[in-house]
């Protein structure tokens, strides 16, 4: 009997305590100092006895078989799981936002045809046609002006709505309002869009072309989806330059109703290094000084949580489920329960892939062609098949991070993306317990 190897020791900030949690026994307690102590220094002849029900002291054979267990069954749930399709229509953009990982990226014109879309088509339900799905419009920007391109996305959604697949979207929101009544073909699951703080913050940030102020045409496209009973998923990519902006954000999207709406929800995203170098790196956090910076701002301004509640690892899903989440032994969806397909008829693993020279795992049009041995390194990625992972306490809680991250900054999709989920948990209990 020993200390269990996935066990995860977390300082709770503002106290003397620790959070102990364990996915693989599925336990979680807040203990003392001196029961750390007890934990740390158990032996064969000295054993805390509620320890040793809640696993975090067991049997390291014992713990080898539930850890095979546990691995089947995330497995067997995975096979389950449903598709997101990420499609492409188009990688142009009508705005010059500060940050956009895609601008180094170059593109031949082609235009959207109604051929590509049908080969589209013809290989979801070739290639997919087993899995529950449903397609992701992104980009670029996936809903620009434009008379030709406009009839050939209604022909898309045309055909969305023929095969009965649901529908999201990744816009910046400015020509939404001009897609809605097409948009009415199909079941809409969300339409993910960006405010990067409050008004001049963001014309600043993610101005349309040529400087144009971009804020309170979205603002009104925001409210006219919410009174569709559109599900608006709102985006706020968050770095050193607008960070401080969150708390009048907060209380701009509560006085305006949106927090109340069952269709409002948001996410923070992380604005960080991806395929090439951004000009302001200086003002990019990683991902605890993020989430340090957010917990503070949260202790100072409570309304934040009015409008986003931060995940800080599992401890929102404890809060909210009042039980850890199942092991997680994939972080990583890609070419597993996501796929991305661009206008040009190549293959991708994911969105942060999707666009990128040299990324490519294949076409779709104007045939079908495969490449089994990159698609085969994607879907064999887990904290198993990661050297770094199999040793780490905190594999089942990171799950190996992004492997498209991990190729581009260690080369290699079968290395680790590593994330600090202990102090983001402790962080997050602190936050919501």
Known sequence: MGASKYNIVAEIPGTENYILANLLSGQADIISKS???????????????????????????????????????????RSKEEVQIFFAPTYNCNFECS??????????????????????????????????????????????????????????????????????AVSNGYYL??????????????????????????????????????????????????????????????????????????????????TTSPGFKTQLGRNYELHHCHAGAEKLFSRLGLYGELYMLIQNHPEILEFHRPGFSAARFIKDNGALPAPLFDACPGCKSEWAFDYLGNIYSCTATVGKKGEELGSFFPNIKLNHEEIAKWQSRDVLSIKECRECHLQLLCGGGCGAIAKNSKGSILAADCRPVDKLLGMGISTYF
């Open 99 to 168: 940050y956009c990982y895609q601008s180094s990226y170059h593109h031949s014109p082609e235009k959207l045809s109604e051929e590509l879309i049908d080969g589209l088509f013809i290989f979801i339900n070739t290639h997919l046609a087993q899995q529950k799905k449903y397609i992701t419009l992104f980009g670029g920007e996936p809903f620009l002006s434009g008379k030709s391109y406009m009839t050939a996305l209604d022909y898309f959604l045309e055909l969305c709505g023929r095969h009965d697949m649901d529908v999201a």
């Open 35 to 77: 029961e750390l102590d007890q934990l740390k220094q158990c032996s064969g002849h000295l054993q805390n006895a509620d320890f040793v029900s809640k696993g975090y002291i067991t049997d390291p054979d014992q713990e080898k078989q539930r850890l095979r267990l546990a691995y089947i069954d995330f497995l067997e749930q």
């Open 177 to 258: 309002d001009q897609y809605l009544q097409m948009l009415e073909k199909v079941n809409i699951r969300e339409i993910q869009l960006t405010l990067d703080g409050p008004e001049k913050t963001h014309n600043r940030r993610r101005p349309y072309k040529g400087g144009k102020p971009s804020f309170s045409r979205i603002v009104s496209n925001i409210e006219e989806c919410l009174s569709r009973g559109i599900t608006v998923n709102l985006r706020v990519v968050v770095d050193k330059d607008n960070i401080g902006t969150l708390p009048e954000l907060s209380r701009f999207a509560i006085d305006r109703g949106w």
